[in-house]
């Protein structure tokens, strides 16, 4: 995942009280996410790693309130659906908070990919939207947006948007309250994150060797920490997209993966057709962060070219940096 340039991080403010005991210290972002933006794309990015164009295109405007106190900043907010009607909700409402001098907001909205198997099937998927808006040195801000499409229809996009302060919040366009938001909470399945080597042995008597690749994989979750995504990738040539995408759901301590039917070699070189399954189960026990090794099984199962299905051992295991 792309990340845009950020400036210096948080500042802290803080004093002596009369008593001479030290105050509290107050988060003070660098730039408050507070008022009416317009949000412009030009329709450029990338696609599954590859330049792009014909992506999302056009501009909206967004309205946010901010509240920090000493332990945290949060901003509410979303897009104005229609601006002659100040009275309709907010579209794509979000919660953004404040991490390491750079505002981050996830979401995802069910069922929102659509896609075409080899055959002309159509799939839908769910999509995630990690927004990190990064503050230039010139004190704007610079959003990077990934869309993260999940289930039967993976894929995964980059998006580098203008963000203009229009003015102040407008409160014909309310936002719900950002002090009443509640704790943003942590994930153990963060952790999945960095260079790994990925290794699929097949289990039988057809062993044959372990077929090994280098992966990069980033974790983003919700807020609530109760549902995640993750991508796993190998970049491909110079423009062209990657050559391995990985895209993984997580939910009640497992990381599942799901692919449609797609052309796959028989084991006796026959072309057949295969859906597959794979889930890596996060260790029970606290890990370090990044997780140094995750572990699971992939099922290949045949629905047309030959018969049956085979099973691989999965293992994820940390590069050393």
Excluded at 141 to 161: A, K
Excluded at 241 to 251: Q, R
Excluded at 289 to 297: A, K, S
Excluded at 308 to 319: E, F, I, K, W
Aim: with cysteine; charged share 20%.
């Amino acid at each position: 995942m792309r990340w845009g340039a950020a400036a210096a991080g948080v500042m802290l403010l803080g004093g002596c009280s009369a008593q001479g005991e030290p105050e509290q210290r107050a988060i003070d972002p660098l730039v408050n996410l507070d008022g009416s933006f317009i949000v412009e794309y030009d329709g450029t990015g990338t696609a599954n790693g590859a330049p792009a164009t014909g992506l999302t295109e056009g501009k909206a405007g967004w309205v946010f309130r901010s509240s920090c106190d000493e332990n945290r900043c949060v901003a509410t907010g979303g897009e104005i659906a229609d601006p002659s009607n100040p009275s309709a909700p907010l579209k794509n409402p979000r919660v953004a908070d404040y991490v390491d001098g750079r505002w981050v907001m996830v979401n995802f909205t069910e069922n929102s990919a659509a896609c075409t198997g080899p055959n002309g099937e159509r799939f839908t998927g769910d999509v995630w939207a990690i927004w990190d808006i990064a503050i230039a040195a010139d004190m704007t801000l610079e959003p990077t947006i990934t869309q993260v499409g999940t289930g039967d229809c993976p894929s995964v996009s980059t998006l580098t948007p203008t963000m203009t302060r229009a003015g102040d919040a407008l409160p014909e366009f309310p936002a719900p309250d950002p002090s009443a938001q509640p704790p943003q909470q942590a994930s153990p399945a963060a952790a999945f994150r960095g260079n790994y080597t990925l290794t699929k042995t097949r289990r039988g008597t057809e062993r044959g060797e372990p077929d090994v690749t280098d992966v990069a994989v980033a974790t983003n979750c919700l807020r609530t920490a109760d549902r995640c995504v993750t991508t796993a990738t190998v970049p491909g040539a110079p423009g062209k997209p990657n050559a391995f995408l990985g895209v993984y759901g997580f939910a009640d301590g497992k990381f599942v993966r799901t692919m449609v039917p797609l052309p796959a070699a028989c084991g006796d070189g026959r072309a057949g057709v295969a859906a597959e399954s794979e889930t890596l189960t996060l260790p029970a026990d606290a890990a370090p962060n990044p997780l140094p090794e995750l572990t699971g099984e992939l099922t290949a199962t045949f629905t047309a070219g030959c018969p049956g299905a085979v099973s691989y051992d999965v293992a994820y295991r940390l590069r050393p940096a």
